[in-house]
């Protein structure tokens, strides 16, 4: 190469030159050849093997990057390398060295789908396996890893192939075939390199199948020594113990392990497994002494655990600002999105229940909803319910209650004692006493059993159902879990006595409640209820005798205004009027700031009338609001004073008192009523223009009171009377857009659509119609709208429009509108000459709707039409008979008198 430049065989001599510097590890040199022969002889037939050597050299030496150049440039020059499957082989392997993974399969899987042949298939088969291993894809592992050309390779190969492949079953927790895999390893290459951690990989194989003896066998093996795998062996060996329950025999290798490696990192974690470990076993002391030392661990995670760990067991010794403390601590360390801030943020719910701060425990709860909703998701529903419970909330207390599906026979018990409550607060009292009676009935033993009965006692009652609260009451009398030294639950006994229905063991048991506790609260209310009953069962001189008992006995008492007006309603009753009238006074007198007053005002005005002389019940209104001008009532007792006349059809007296009302109370939140009995006195007078004055005003002055959607239909009606029907409709229009969510709108939509029956407009009253049955289709209005519907479409001949709203009323509701819509589906179909399915219909106004004479008697008539058309005059003639005998003198008896008399 260097003096016989011209030689035939100079080419080929540069070539194995740099071969034989390769062989004697002279890269360098070797380069320098190969290059020499690229430069002198390029496209010659030697240039794509000497790129393969010139990468091979690179790779020897580790420069990758250079290797990877010229391996590339040798993959291209297929037609002069020699070498393309070696080239392609140490290009994967180079990738692999770099730790590009990715490249490096695409180069073994190119050698394994394009060179069968190669002598490198065995050898990229297991590099392959590997990178994917690295790669995390273990299944792609596994299935290269498990050829079995594999069985073929060297020891050293075969034996790497074989752990990895252990490693990648073990990865995709196929811990059986992991454990087969391991063993054969085992047996077959006892003196491996990977022989402590394939014994470890098979320990953990055999742990993660609850193989926990066999487990503890491999561990304990491998846990002598002082490398990290001795190390975590000594630690896992005392967890097979613990996962056997072998508490004793695992707290005793931990502390052996503490003696053994004081110093080693396992330290700290040794420590929160044996403040585990002695909190399970209640003792609480050592448990504290080892977890407050994790807790001073440089690990966060041991740091989060210990001091979660110590909350839980200050939240069970019922210590809650500790616990929430150290729950803190334990959320402070712990890792994003970890279990153990779950577990924090839980305890931290708990705490913050416990200690009150409803807020607080919600925001901490919620959180964990929202990060993981499936995390001890009974335990979080149920603090949610008490927080909601303790906030009054009961229906969202009640949801959380209800999405508990636990096993826990604590939370169990809680969840359903706070279900009952849940219901019992809501006023709900068959389900509250359904859930009461359960937890007494499973909870017999617990020590909230009697509460639960009081409270099922109180949900009979509450549900009317006296005679089972009664029953309730004896039996904790009976077996001595509640005694009458309770004046409360006395009172609440003697009261479902009364309820059902053992009047005289009431009345005994009231007294006795009062003689046993003088001093009570109870006392004077039970002699009034004594009276009460007496009143209750229309022996009025002795409820006057026992009210007057109760003021003699506690003449300082609070009930004094009740029984003042107690003894009225008696006497009223009695129609003994003048004495009513002198007792409904003395609450007006003597306790002019009473509750009671508004009533007594009202015994007394019905005590005048009844005597004829409501001028002095007007009287006493204007004298009492004058004397009391400022009482919380007195507004309403001086707007008595102008019902008064209005219900004595004293209408323009009625006026000036409203007026006069309106003057003397302005701030009134009656003022609205005011305004509508104005225009109510003027209608009555037939002074429309005062009176749709009147209650526009009440409608555009006031349009969140009650009384707007009734002034707006009164003058709805008005109109309609004057057949101003545009004038109703607009006023209709403007209330539904100004009284948006009026429960009155129903209502309103639906006389507007009778207006426009008034007007003539059929098709606009028809769309109307369909708009209330369809969007308020649980008011009375939507079905009263399909009637309607149906009257057009009847009249229209759309026959089956008409007959499905006429049947679904006829079998939805059983009141006069049914009545109607039997009516008028029998005479739909009588039109249609369906005669004999009309006899039917119309049968069933007779059997279902007998009540309402109106509908009966139509269709004893339109039965006698029936009747006639299919020529049984007989049948005919006893069904108008039937109308005359209960219609002699009126409209119904003289229309069958001649159609009988057609008949003949």
Same mark, same amino acid.
């Given at each position: 190469?260097?003096?016989?430049?011209?030689?035939?065989?100079?080419?080929?001599?540069?070539?194995?030159?740099?071969?034989?510097?390769?062989?004697?590890?002279?890269?360098?040199?070797?380069?320098?050849?190969?290059?020499?022969?690229?430069?002198?002889?390029?496209?010659?037939?030697?240039?794509?093997?000497?790129?393969?050597?010139?990468?091979?050299s690179y790779a020897a030496e580790n420069k990758l990057d250079e290797a990877i150049e010229f391996l590339l440039k040798a993959i291209k020059d297929?037609?002069?390398?020699?070498?393309?499957?070696?080239?392609?082989?140490?290009?994967?392997?180079?990738?692999?060295?770099?730790?590009?993974?990715?490249?490096?399969?695409?180069?073994?899987?190119?050698?394994?789908?394009?060179?069968?042949?190669?002598?490198?298939?065995?050898?990229?088969?297991?590099?392959?396996?590997?990178?994917?291993?690295?790669?995390?894809?273990?299944?792609?592992?596994?299935?290269?890893?498990?050829?079995?050309?594999?069985?073929?390779?060297?020891?050293?190969?075969?034996?790497?192939?074989?752990?990895?492949?252990?490693?990648?079953?073990?990865?995709?927790?196929?811990?059986?075939?992991?454990?087969?895999?391991?063993?054969?390893?085992?047996?077959?290459?006892?003196?491996?390199?990977?022989?402590?951690?394939?014994?470890?990989?098979?320990?953990?194989?055999?742990?993660?199948?609850?193989?926990?003896?066999?487990?503890?066998?491999?561990?304990?093996?491998?846990?002598?020594?002082?490398?990290?795998?001795?190390?975590?062996?000594?630690?896992?060996?005392?967890?097979?113990?613990?996962?056997?329950?072998?508490?004793?025999?695992?707290?005793?290798?931990?502390?052996?392990?503490?003696?053994?490696?004081?110093?080693?990192?396992?330290?700290?974690?040794?420590?929160?497994?044996?403040?585990?470990?002695?909190?399970?076993?209640?003792?609480?002391?050592?448990?504290?002494?080892?977890?407050?030392?994790?807790?001073?661990?440089?690990?966060?995670?041991?740091?989060?655990?210990?001091?979660?760990?110590?909350?839980?067991?200050?939240?069970?010794?019922?210590?809650?600002?500790?616990?929430?403390?150290?729950?803190?601590?334990?959320?402070?360390?712990?890792?994003?999105?970890?279990?153990?801030?779950?577990?924090?943020?839980?305890?931290?719910?708990?705490?913050?229940?416990?200690?009150?701060?409803?807020?607080?425990?919600?925001?901490?709860?919620?959180?964990?909803?929202?990060?993981?909703?499936?995390?001890?998701?009974?335990?979080?529903?149920?603090?949610?319910?008490?927080?909601?419970?303790?906030?009054?909330?009961?229906?969202?207390?009640?949801?959380?209650?209800?999405?508990?599906?636990?096993?826990?026979?604590?939370?169990?018990?809680?969840?359903?004692?706070?279900?009952?409550?849940?219901?019992?607060?809501?006023?709900?009292?068959?389900?509250?006493?359904?859930?009461?009676?359960?937890?007494?009935?499973?909870?017999?033993?617990?020590?909230?059993?009697?509460?639960?009965?009081?409270?099922?006692?109180?949900?009979?009652?509450?549900?009317?159902?006296?005679?089972?609260?009664?029953?309730?009451?004896?039996?904790?009398?009976?077996?001595?879990?509640?005694?009458?030294?309770?004046?409360?639950?006395?009172?609440?006994?003697?009261?479902?006595?009364?309820?059902?229905?053992?009047?005289?063991?009431?009345?005994?048991?009231?007294?006795?409640?009062?003689?046993?506790?003088?001093?009570?609260?109870?006392?004077? *209310?039970?002699? !009034?209820? =004594? /009276?009460?009953?007496? +009143?209750?069962?229309?022996?009025?001189?002795? $409820? &006057? @005798?026992? %009210? #007057?008992?109760?003021?003699?006995?506690?003449?300082?008492?609070?009930?004094?205004? *009740?029984?003042? !007006?107690? =003894? /009225?309603?008696?006497? +009223?009753?009695?129609?003994?009027?003048?004495? $009513? &009238? @002198?007792? %409904? #006074?003395?609450?007006?007198?003597?306790?002019?700031?009473?509750?009671?007053?508004?009533?007594?005002?009202?015994? =007394?005005?019905?005590?005048?009338?009844?005597?004829?002389?409501?001028?002095? $019940? &007007?009287?006493?209104?204007?004298?009492?609001?004058?004397?009391?001008?400022?009482?919380?009532?007195?507004?309403?007792?001086?707007?008595?004073?102008?019902?008064?006349?209005?219900?004595?059809?004293?209408?323009?007296? $009625?006026?000036?008192?409203?007026?006069?009302?309106?003057?003397?109370?302005?701030?009134?939140?009656?003022?609205?009523?005011?305004?509508?009995?104005?225009?109510?006195?003027?209608?009555?007078?037939?002074?429309?223009?005062?009176?749709?004055?009147?209650?526009?005003?009440?409608?555009?002055?006031?349009?969140?009171?009650?009384?707007?959607?009734?002034?707006?239909?009164?003058?709805?009606?008005?109109?309609?009377?004057?057949e101003n029907y545009g004038a109703a409709i607009s006023k209709y229009n403007l209330a539904i857009e100004k009284l948006e969510g009026s429960p009155?709108?129903?209502?309103?939509?639906?006389?507007?659509?009778?207006?426009?029956?008034?007007?003539?407009?059929?098709?606009?009253?028809?769309?109307?119609?369909?708009?209330?049955?369809?969007?308020?289709?649980?008011?009375?209005?939507?079905?009263?709208?399909?009637?309607?519907?149906?009257?057009?479409?009847?009249?229209?001949?759309?026959?089956?429009?008409?007959?499905?709203?006429?049947?679904?009323?006829?079998?939805?509701?059983?009141?006069?509108?049914?009545?109607?819509?039997?009516?008028?589906?029998?005479?739909?179909?009588?039109?249609?000459?369906?005669?004999?399915?009309?006899?039917?219909?119309?049968?069933?106004?007779?059997?279902?709707?007998?009540?309402?004479?109106?509908?009966?008697?139509?269709?004893?008539?339109?039965?006698?039409?029936?009747?006639?058309?299919?020529?049984?005059?007989?049948?005919?003639?006893?069904?108008?008979?039937?109308?005359?005998?209960?219609?002699?003198?009126?409209?119904?008896?003289?229309?069958?008198?001649?159609?009988?008399?057609?008949?003949?």
């Amino acid at each position: 190469v260097n003096h016989i430049i011209w030689s035939n065989v100079r080419e080929e001599a540069f070539y194995h030159l740099g071969l034989i510097y390769y062989e004697f590890e002279k890269y360098s040199i070797a380069r320098a050849r190969f290059e020499s022969l690229l430069e002198e002889y390029r496209g010659g037939k030697y240039s794509g093997s000497a790129m393969y050597w010139i990468g091979e050299s690179y790779a020897a030496e580790n420069k990758l990057d250079e290797a990877i150049e010229f391996l590339l440039k040798a993959i291209k020059d297929k037609q002069s390398n020699s070498y393309r499957d070696y080239t392609i082989y140490t290009l994967a392997t180079v990738y692999e060295k770099k730790g590009d993974y990715e490249n490096a399969v695409k180069y073994y899987d190119q050698l394994l789908s394009y060179y069968r042949n190669s002598s490198l298939l065995v050898s990229a088969q297991i590099r392959i396996g590997v990178c994917y291993f690295y790669l995390k894809d273990y299944q792609s592992s596994i299935l290269e890893l498990n050829n079995p050309l594999l069985d073929d390779l060297p020891d050293n190969f075969y034996s790497e192939s074989l752990y990895l492949l252990a490693n990648s079953y073990y990865r995709v927790q196929d811990y059986y075939e992991a454990e087969k895999v391991y063993s054969e390893l085992l047996e077959k290459f006892p003196g491996t390199d990977y022989i402590r951690d394939a014994k470890y990989g098979l320990a953990w194989s055999l742990f993660q199948q609850n193989k926990y003896n066999d487990a503890f066998r491999v561990f304990n093996h491998l846990s002598t020594g002082d490398d990290s795998i001795a190390v975590e062996s000594f630690y896992w060996k005392a967890e097979a113990k613990r996962y056997l329950g072998k508490n004793k025999e695992a707290i005793t290798i931990y502390r052996n392990l503490l003696s053994n490696h004081s110093s080693s990192f396992i330290v700290p974690r040794v420590e929160y497994q044996l403040g585990l470990l002695y909190f399970n076993s209640k003792d609480i002391k050592s448990s504290k002494r080892y977890l407050l030392t994790a807790a001073s661990s440089n690990e966060a995670d041991v740091r989060a655990r210990a001091y979660t760990l110590l909350g839980e067991l200050e939240l069970d010794n019922k210590k809650y600002a500790s616990a929430n403390n150290y729950f803190e601590q334990g959320l402070n360390y712990a890792a994003e999105d970890s279990d153990v801030q779950l577990r924090s943020m839980l305890g931290l719910g708990a705490a913050l229940y416990y200690l009150g701060r409803n807020d607080d425990a919600m925001e901490y709860l919620n959180k964990i909803l929202a990060a993981s909703p499936d995390f001890e998701r009974d335990r979080v529903n149920y603090y949610l319910a008490e927080n909601y419970f303790d906030r009054q909330k009961y229906n969202q207390a009640l949801e959380r209650f209800n999405g508990i599906t636990t096993q826990d026979e604590d939370i169990k018990r809680l969840t359903l004692y706070g279900t009952a409550y849940c219901y019992f607060n809501l006023g709900d009292y068959e389900n509250s006493a359904f859930r009461f009676a359960e937890y007494a009935k499973v909870y017999p033993n617990d020590e909230r059993v009697t509460d639960a009965k009081l409270r099922l006692a109180d949900s009979y009652f509450g549900s009317k159902n006296y005679t089972a609260s009664y029953q309730v009451y004896k039996d904790l009398f009976i077996s001595q879990k509640l005694s009458l030294d309770d004046p409360n639950v006395y009172y609440q006994y003697a009261q479902a006595l009364y309820k059902s229905g053992k009047t005289e063991s009431a009345i005994k048991e009231f007294s006795n409640l009062q003689e046993k506790f003088p001093n009570s609260s109870y006392a004077d *209310v039970s002699l !009034y209820t =004594i /009276g009460w009953i007496h +009143f209750q069962q229309g022996d009025f001189e002795t $409820a &006057i @005798d026992k %009210y #007057r008992g109760v003021m003699d006995v506690y003449s300082r008492t609070t009930l004094a205004p *009740v029984i003042y !007006y107690s =003894i /009225g309603d008696a006497y +009223f009753n009695m129609s003994n009027y003048d004495s $009513a &009238i @002198d007792n %409904y #006074r003395k609450v007006l007198t003597n306790y002019p700031s009473s509750d009671y007053v508004f009533d007594a005002v009202n015994g =007394i005005q019905y005590s005048y009338v009844a005597k004829g002389k409501p001028e002095k $019940a &007007i009287a006493l209104i204007d004298g009492f609001v004058n004397e009391n001008p400022s009482l919380k009532f007195s507004d309403q007792i001086y707007l008595k004073k102008a019902e008064i006349y209005y219900s004595n059809r004293e209408y323009e007296a $009625a006026k000036e008192s409203y007026k006069d009302f309106i003057e003397k109370f302005s701030n009134s939140k009656f003022i609205p009523d005011a305004y509508y009995w104005l225009g109510k006195s003027a209608d009555n007078l037939e002074q429309y223009e005062d009176a749709i004055f009147y209650f526009n005003v009440a409608f555009q002055k006031y349009p969140k009171s009650e009384i707007a959607a009734s002034s707006v239909l009164e003058m709805g009606s008005i109109y309609n009377s004057l057949e101003n029907y545009g004038a109703a409709i607009s006023k209709y229009n403007l209330a539904i857009e100004k009284l948006e969510g009026s429960p009155g709108i129903p209502e309103i939509l639906y006389m507007k659509g009778l207006t426009y029956i008034n007007a003539d407009s059929l098709q606009q009253a028809y769309k109307v119609f369909s708009d209330v049955s369809y969007y308020y289709r649980e008011t009375i209005f939507a079905d009263k709208s399909k009637f309607e519907s149906g009257l057009i479409d009847l009249a229209a001949g759309r026959y089956e429009n008409s007959d499905n709203n006429f049947l679904e009323l006829a079998e939805k509701r059983n009141d006069e509108l049914g009545a109607k819509g039997q009516y008028y589906y029998g005479l739909s179909l009588y039109e249609q000459a369906k005669y004999t399915d009309a006899i039917s219909a119309l049968v069933r106004v007779r059997t279902v709707f007998s009540m309402y004479d109106e509908w009966l008697t139509k269709s004893y008539m339109a039965l006698g039409d029936c009747y006639v058309k299919l020529d049984d005059n007989r049948k005919a003639e006893e069904m108008y008979r039937i109308v005359i005998s209960k219609h002699k003198n009126d409209s119904f008896g003289k229309e069958a008198r001649q159609k009988v008399r057609e008949l003949k």
